[in-house]
């Protein structure tokens, strides 16, 4: 805190009101989606919620079950809400989700205060506090253990400009055991730049020599071990998806965020320009900026791979240096007191029309008309559910919506896609499927337990 205090006493007036500016434009779209929805966006909340939320009950199932999954790192952290006894989990999922932003926010403001400055680094902040929906889809996709992976790719490259090893390393195991796909991303990234510190004919240091053999020894054995699971596991490989294009990539490029993508060109020369003794860090952030463009633009490639979700690795890469080349600009810029009023002028009026187009698209969503959302009477019934069905029963329901992924959630259900036991019960969430006319037809074999606008359950009467 001391350290803190005495930082903000060596920045003029002038930096610290942009800086606090930047923080604001962080927050304001972040707090927008809790305050602006009454329950969470996207359909991978209620499968996060699951892994952590019996952590006091059970806690070696939930150690278990986070042991087993792909994200242990973001489920450990989750699980920290766990502690609360009056915890909501849809609200505090999204709540969670709102800190991952800001944290991914404060992340970038560091890396770019540690590449140019206070006003980069403000600016940073800022324009990636832009970002929910219009450029990402965290908030839509519930996509919550990517965003929270996030942070410690960047403290990556933080750490690398400071030359910490030990901080570098650190923070790629926290990335890779938080999101696989963060981890291959930072793997590919160092496996393609170890050649090129090996061909470069520039003086290295001490420790960028070290750091060099780090990053052949780290491309072998991922080699090797991409080797191995290929060999072992290539089916993996095979597994279909839905073909999917980019709608981020051309408002990053020809839309809205194209000024700061012409900026990021300016900032890319100064970062050059200032860390040119620091080869290992300049190679690295150009392997790392070359393979987020592949990989967002993968749809072009006859792919499409998540091309929506993995939009967000290149977003960064044009945010850090636009911020760069924007504070450069205003350094240039007299009075600096205007420049810096414009600044923050220009900064608050982008969020304000951000949070503007947000709010028609949570209203949207927070709409009974859509499918996608639960809705209060489908909540009603999975609350009666809780209410009048032991925890022995089995739940039966079809994949027409995935709000059945709630049952285990908020009531404490098993859920199946065949009867399997005496005391079954089939559940329809009505406005997304209709009930069978069979069942309708049999009352004495499909008793009906509860109805509402939004949901039919059924007990099944064994004969």
Not at 24 to 31: D, E, H, I, R, S
Not at 108 to 127: N, P, Q, V
Not at 210 to 215: A, P, T, V
Request: glycine share 6%; net charge positive; proline share 4%.
């Amino acid at each position: 805190m001391n350290g803190m205090i005495r930082f903000l006493r060596q920045q003029t007036w002038g930096n610290i009101a942009l800086l606090f500016v930047a923080l604001g434009c962080l927050l304001t779209p972040a707090v927008q989606y809790p305050l602006s929805t009454t329950f969470p966006i996207g359909g991978d909340a209620a499968a996060h919620i699951g892994i952590v939320q019996h952590l006091i009950s059970r806690p070696i199932l939930t150690a278990q079950n986070i042991y087993h999954s792909w994200y242990p790192i973001s489920y450990i952290l989750f699980s920290i809400n766990a502690l609360n006894p009056f915890v909501y989990w849809p609200i505090a999922f999204s709540w969670w989700m709102t800190l991952g932003q800001v944290i991914t926010g404060l992340a970038i403001g560091l890396l770019s205060f540690r590449l140019f400055g206070i006003r980069a680094a403000a600016i940073g902040i800022a324009l990636w506090g832009m970002t929910p929906i219009a450029l990402t889809s965290f908030f839509e996709d519930a996509t919550m253990a990517q965003l929270w992976s996030l942070p410690w790719a960047i403290l990556f490259f933080e750490r690398l400009a400071a030359r910490s090893r030990k901080g570098m390393i650190l923070c790629f195991f926290l990335a890779s055991f938080s999101h696989p796909i963060t981890g291959l991303i930072l793997l590919v990234t160092i496996i393609i730049t170890a050649p090129q510190l090996w061909m470069s004919t520039s003086k290295l240091d001490a420790k960028e020599r070290l750091l060099r053999k780090i990053y052949s020894y780290s491309a072998g054995v991922a080699i090797l071990l991409a080797l191995g699971i290929f060999a072992t596991r290539y089916r993996i490989f095979l597994l279909s998806f839905n073909f999917e294009s980019s709608k981020y990539l051309r408002e990053l490029f020809i839309g809205s965020f194209f000024p700061w993508a012409i900026t990021a060109i300016y900032g890319w020369y100064h970062i050059v320009l200032l860390h040119k003794k620091n080869i290992v860090l300049i190679t690295t952030l150009a392997s790392f900026f070359f393979v987020s463009l592949l990989i967002a633009a993968n749809d072009r490639l006859g792919i499409g791979f998540w091309t929506n979700r993995l939009n967000a690795y290149v977003t960064i890469c044009i945010i850090v240096p636009a911020s760069i080349g924007f504070a450069r600009m205003i350094d240039m810029l007299r009075p600096k007191g205007i420049a810096l009023l414009f600044t923050g002028t220009l900064l608050a009026s982008l969020t304000g029309s951000v949070v503007y187009d947000n709010r028609n698209i949570y209203k949207r969503n927070e709409s009974s008309t859509i499918s996608t959302r639960i809705t209060h009477d489908e909540l009603q019934a999975i609350a009666w559910m809780k209410e009048n069905i032991s925890l022995s029963a089995n739940v039966v329901s079809s994949s027409a919506t995935r709000h059945y992924e709630w049952l285990p959630v908020l009531a404490g259900l098993s859920r199946n896609d065949i009867a399997s036991s005496p005391n079954t019960f089939l559940v329809f969430f009505t406005r997304t499927e209709t009930v069978p006319e069979y069942i309708g037809e049999k009352p004495e074999q499909y008793h009906l337990e509860y109805i509402n606008k939004g949901a039919a359950v059924f007990r099944i009467i064994p004969l």
